[in-house]
């Protein structure tokens, strides 16, 4: 398994995202790693989905989990 970080701190403006749209997105992909087949191509796009929703809700000071 490869763990890159990618930081991008000036991609989106804060005042650009939606709190509820983030955690909308977070739990979803939360539920897509869940049934996703482990080591699939679909977990770890699931996976990329989660960490990138939760690092978005972390900036606005949304607490997921």
Known sequence: ???????????????????????????AAKAKAASAEAGSVDAAEAMIEVETNRAMGGALGLALA
């Open 1 to 27: 398994i490869i763990i890159v970080g990618i930081v991008c701190p000036e991609a989106v403006k804060l005042d650009d995202l939606d709190p509820a749209a983030v955690s909308k997105n977070f739990e």
